[in-house]
């Protein structure tokens, strides 16, 4: 099978017809959201070492623990953040799943319906954010090998352009496994939402069981609407109102796509979207 990207992205705008107006409202609820909880953890404090320098050795203590204080509030919303991010994706996957079941009119009370997922959006997110994790670990090594055979064999001063360049190209190749990892998970909120009864490690099990062999149709998919993105910025971010139910709407279509492909060619069996 063969992901129809041009397909996917024409039924999605024949399933927006006629339906853009909360598909609209509900990205906008979703973008003020984020936008709200973004601005508040950009506002909070964190460390300033370059202050920290200047500050004389009898009070670098003082200076510390206030310091620290204020980091602690900042990873907390930057953790509340974090948070929100996962449970927005999770309603407006919901919210676009019922697009695309029928042609029936669809309501601002689907998509807050989308919001009673909250518990499992977070767990979903927070598993997919420790395996995307763990693979970009992968990367480390190659830098400390680098380092390694640099200090061993050369007059190792620091990293000049040279080294750097490597380093770079090194984190680089390191993050690719990561990568790939990440287009696998892009369908296990899909998953944790159109079927509740499974768990949320068997939902990143299933998208990635889906994704294999079509990661690279994937990734065309998403960058597809960079064209779209650089559009919506052009327009001072307002037409990320269109483009962001746009998106969905056509992965949304891949995602049954590949499903039922996955069910027709008995890599994924019936009984496992039940239990």
């Given at each position: 099978m063969?992901?129809?990207i041009p397909k996917y992205k024409k039924f999605a705008f024949m399933q927006l017809q006629g339906r853009w107006k909360p598909a609209i409202l509900g990205t906008l609820i979703s973008i003020l959201l984020l936008f709200i909880f973004s601005f508040f953890q950009s506002k909070a404090p964190s460390i300033n070492y370059s202050e920290l320098m200047t500050v004389p050795s009898?009070?670098?203590?003082?200076?510390l623990q206030e310091s620290a204080s204020g980091s602690g509030v900042g990873f907390i919303l930057e953790l509340l953040n974090t948070i929100v991010d996962f449970i927005v994706e999770m309603v407006l996957v919901t919210f676009f799943l019922i697009f695309s079941r029928s042609p029936d009119p669809v309501s601002l009370k689907d998509y807050f319906e989308g919001y009673n997922k909250w518990a499992r959006a977070i767990?979903?997110?927070l598993w997919k954010l420790l395996?995307?994790?763990?693979?970009?670990?992968?990367?480390?090594?190659?830098v400390v090998i680098f380092v390694i055979i640099i200090s061993c064999f050369s007059n190792f001063d620091g990293p000049d352009s040279l080294n750097y360049t490597i380093c770079m190209i090194l984190l680089?190749?390191?993050?690719?496994?990561?990568?790939?990892?990440?287009?696998e998970y892009s369908f296990a909120f899909f998953f944790a939402s159109e079927f509740p009864e499974i768990g949320i490690r068997k939902s990143l099990r299933l998208s990635i069981t889906i994704a294999k062999g079509h990661r690279w149709e994937i990734f065309v998919l998403n960058i597809s609407f960079i064209g779209w993105v650089l559009l919506s910025i052009l327009t001072f971010c307002i037409g990320f109102l269109w483009t962001l139910p746009y998106y969905y709407m056509t992965l949304t279509n891949a995602y049954h796509a590949l499903l039922q492909d996955a069910l027709e060619t008995g890599k994924i069996k019936p009984e496992e979207l039940n239990s």
């Amino acid at each position: 099978m063969t992901l129809d990207i041009p397909k996917y992205k024409k039924f999605a705008f024949m399933q927006l017809q006629g339906r853009w107006k909360p598909a609209i409202l509900g990205t906008l609820i979703s973008i003020l959201l984020l936008f709200i909880f973004s601005f508040f953890q950009s506002k909070a404090p964190s460390i300033n070492y370059s202050e920290l320098m200047t500050v004389p050795s009898e009070q670098l203590f003082t200076a510390l623990q206030e310091s620290a204080s204020g980091s602690g509030v900042g990873f907390i919303l930057e953790l509340l953040n974090t948070i929100v991010d996962f449970i927005v994706e999770m309603v407006l996957v919901t919210f676009f799943l019922i697009f695309s079941r029928s042609p029936d009119p669809v309501s601002l009370k689907d998509y807050f319906e989308g919001y009673n997922k909250w518990a499992r959006a977070i767990l979903c997110g927070l598993w997919k954010l420790l395996w995307t994790f763990l693979w970009g670990l992968l990367a480390i090594p190659l830098v400390v090998i680098f380092v390694i055979i640099i200090s061993c064999f050369s007059n190792f001063d620091g990293p000049d352009s040279l080294n750097y360049t490597i380093c770079m190209i090194l984190l680089f190749i390191g993050f690719i496994p990561m990568f790939i990892k990440t287009i696998e998970y892009s369908f296990a909120f899909f998953f944790a939402s159109e079927f509740p009864e499974i768990g949320i490690r068997k939902s990143l099990r299933l998208s990635i069981t889906i994704a294999k062999g079509h990661r690279w149709e994937i990734f065309v998919l998403n960058i597809s609407f960079i064209g779209w993105v650089l559009l919506s910025i052009l327009t001072f971010c307002i037409g990320f109102l269109w483009t962001l139910p746009y998106y969905y709407m056509t992965l949304t279509n891949a995602y049954h796509a590949l499903l039922q492909d996955a069910l027709e060619t008995g890599k994924i069996k019936p009984e496992e979207l039940n239990s």
